[in-house]
């Protein structure tokens, strides 16, 4: 790792729409930044000072689906052309002469509004289609084998170069270090599809929901999901094998309603006496109510005597971007409750929403191992032998 290697440029992409939030959440955080280019869905920062310890930097707030470092943009008009200058820009061969790259990220910012116009967040046919051009034009081997075609997740705790395609025709180059679960995805989207079977697209938040909290939920537990209609985030649920009590006073969809693990309370949150929901592990919310009135309902829930409530996913509404001013003391009022690992995140899927998740301690998180089949197949080794970049550090 170099030490030599001081960016200044800093890149983030979020919601459309969400800019001007993220500018705020930034400003109230990260002093040294100020806004530099900006189109909708993605944002660009210039540091007041080079960065000197590019590796542990962490963008701040809860907007920021992906965000990394700024190697530069090119533009033109044949994508194999693109490709070639990506891997000719001289900052782009500055980072590879002294960082080992373990994977490439191609990704669009996003077209619309998640769910809007049929359109849901992911890598596109066209970000494909640059992916293989840049890989077949990589100077980096580890970059062009087979395995590693297929965006789907890398590997913590290495350095991705990220391609942002801000228009077809202009393409920023960046990186990034995948320190957390969420830096792993292609523009910090999960792979993940909306399954023909599924109720509606609250199924895909919930599925993001697990897979970035990962939350120590195993088949048996008992969840309550407080606004359960019609009952996509239910389905999630009860195909990681728990239990779900919904609470509704609208219709359940039948495929939910009759599954044998699904029970549903046909009131308002506030309306249900407590000892209905005694013996609950895990409280899910997506209320179509102000943050307030969701915090409330968790709170009359985890504050009764013998709560065996070990942590919660609250989507909190935002009918005004405003409200996210308020989101440290929302969090602050969880962690009140004696829940002390509180996070929240824009997921990919949310709409003008925030994920919030917390548990009573940090080492709840569930800790992802390795099978042992997946250990001897591990492509990283196969890596190891074919490129010089290859790196075997895991912190
Ligand atoms: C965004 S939808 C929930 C989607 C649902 N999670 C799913 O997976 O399909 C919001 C729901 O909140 C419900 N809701 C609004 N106020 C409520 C309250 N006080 N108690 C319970 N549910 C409520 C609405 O009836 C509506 O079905």
């Not at 920062?45 to 960065?51: R, T, V």
């Not at 969420?182 to 993001?208: F, I, Q, S, T």
């Not at 942590?311 to 935002?318: A, S």
Request: proline fraction near 7%; include cysteine.
């Amino acid at each position: 790792m170099s030490s030599a290697w001081s960016p200044q440029f800093v890149f983030a992409a979020c919601q459309r729409g969400a800019e001007l939030a993220l500018k705020k959440e930034c400003a109230a955080r990260l002093e040294n930044a100020r806004p530099a280019f900006s189109r909708p869905g993605f944002v660009t920062f210039k540091l007041d000072q080079p960065c000197l310890t590019p590796e542990k930097f962490q963008f701040p707030g809860a907007l920021a689906r992906t965000f990394g470092f700024c190697l530069g943009k090119i533009q033109g008009d044949h994508l194999q052309s693109l490709a070639e200058q990506s891997w000719q820009l001289p900052a782009v061969q500055e980072f590879l002469a002294a960082h080992l790259i373990d994977n490439l990220h191609v990704w669009q910012r996003d077209a619309d509004l998640p769910g809007k116009h049929g359109f849901e967040p992911g890598v596109t046919p066209l970000a494909q289609e640059a992916e293989a051009a840049l890989r077949t034009q990589s100077p980096l081997e580890n970059l062009q084998a087979d395995e590693t075609s297929v965006q789907t997740s890398s590997r913590r705790n290495r350095w991705v170069l990220d391609v942002a395609m801000v228009e077809p025709t202009e393409w920023w180059i960046g990186c990034h270090r995948t320190a957390r679960r969420c830096d792993c995805w292609p523009g910090g989207v999960p792979p993940l599809v909306l399954p023909e079977h599924a109720v509606n697209r609250a199924y895909l938040k919930m599925k993001e929901a697990l897979l970035w909290s990962a939350l120590p939920i195993v088949p048996g537990n008992l969840c309550v999901e407080l606004g359960c209609a019609p009952g996509g985030a239910s389905q999630a649920l009860l195909e990681a094998a728990v239990q779900v009590i919904g609470v509704d006073p609208a219709e359940v969809d039948p495929a939910v309603e009759s599954h044998p693990r699904f029970s549903h309370l046909r009131q308002r949150t506030m309306e249900i006496p407590q000892r209905h929901l005694l013996g609950v592990h895990w409280i899910v919310a997506d209320m179509n109510v102000a943050p307030k009135y969701t915090l409330d309902a968790a709170e009359a829930i985890v504050t009764q005597p013998n709560s065996a409530v070990r942590g919660m996913v609250l989507t909190l509404k935002l009918s005004d971007w405003k409200l996210l001013d308020q989101l440290s003391e929302y969090m602050k009022r969880i962690r009140s409750w004696g829940y002390r690992d509180v996070r929240a995140r824009q997921l990919a899927f949310n709409r003008q929403e925030i994920c919030v998740v917390a548990l009573r301690s940090r080492a709840q998180r569930r800790v992802r191992r390795k099978s042992r089949k997946q250990r001897r197949i591990d492509p990283a080794q196969k890596r190891k032998t074919c490129s010089p970049h290859f790196s075997s550090s895991t912190s």
